[in-house]
């Protein structure tokens, strides 16, 4: 897996090059700045980017902008925002054009590196990494159409917005596989979501929708 790094603080940026090297990525390029990251994938082609929210020069949104011109500009790369910054607005703008490729991890909620790592190839290979604080700020403005929900649909919902296969969904929760199906399905018939050849019904109802509720 190839990697590029946007991240303005050097000892973390180093850090990080160190930790996934040894975990059998590769590092192929980094960088502080959005135009530093623009370039490095441009000329290198990684599959995925971790992006950091504050970077020069204001320290405000410019990696959530970075992120959103990638994601226009290269949509087959993956993109994880790595931020000490919790915002369902900025998740709301990079989840914007969908699910597809997008991660959004809180630098002081990752217990170890393996879960990181995992993340990442997660949102390489196209599917979505969430922290479950980002999923919960990002429902909580969204109580009349949560509440058609039961608890164990909630459950699922919550999973499903972070990324998880069915298959995960059911360890996690200890239940069959074909539970979470008709959890899932149910989810769908209350968001009145109805099944289409071309539609993603997955997608928009962990994203669409949580962008719905928190405009």
Same mark, same amino acid.
């Given at each position: ?5 946007? &991240?303005?603080? %050097?000892?973390? !940026?180093?850090?990080? *090059? ?7 990525? &590769? %590092? ?26 504050? @970077? ?8 959530? #902008?970075?992120?959103? #011109?990638? #994601? ?6 993956? *993109? ?19 699910? /597809? ?6 630098? &002081? ?11 990442? /190839?997660? %949102? ?35 999973? @499903? ?12 929760? =200890? ?7 008709? /959890? ?16 993603? !019904?997955? =997608?928009?109802?962990? *994203?669409?929708?949580?962008? &719905?509720?928190?405009?």
């Amino acid at each position: 897996m190839r990697v590029v790094i946007a &991240e303005d603080l %050097v000892i973390l !940026r180093d850090g990080m *090059v160190e930790l996934l090297t040894t975990r059998g990525c &590769e %590092v192929v390029a980094t960088t502080g700045t959005p135009e530093g990251l623009h370039e490095a994938v441009r000329s290198h082609k990684p599959d995925v980017a971790i992006v950091d929210i504050r @970077m020069p020069p204001t320290f405000t949104d410019e990696g959530i #902008r970075a992120a959103e #011109r990638l #994601r226009a500009d290269h949509p087959e790369l993956g *993109v994880l925002v790595f931020s000490q910054h919790a915002d369902s607005a900025w998740a709301a703008r990079l989840l914007a054009g969908g699910a /597809h490729g997008v991660g959004y991890l809180l630098k &002081e909620r990752v217990a170890a590196v393996s879960q990181f790592v995992d993340a990442l /190839h997660r %949102v390489a290979s196209g599917g979505t990494a969430l922290d479950p604080e980002i999923v919960n700020k990002m429902m909580r403005g969204g109580q009349r159409r949560l509440d058609r929900l039961t608890g164990r649909e909630r459950q699922v919902l919550e999973l @499903m917005a972070q990324g998880y296969s069915n298959k995960s969904i059911a360890a996690q929760l =200890v239940v069959t596989e074909r539970a979470v199906e008709k /959890h899932a399905a149910a989810i769908f018939s209350k968001f009145d979501l109805p099944s289409t050849d071309a539609d993603n !019904r997955r =997608v928009k109802a962990v *994203v669409t929708y949580l962008v &719905e509720v928190d405009a």
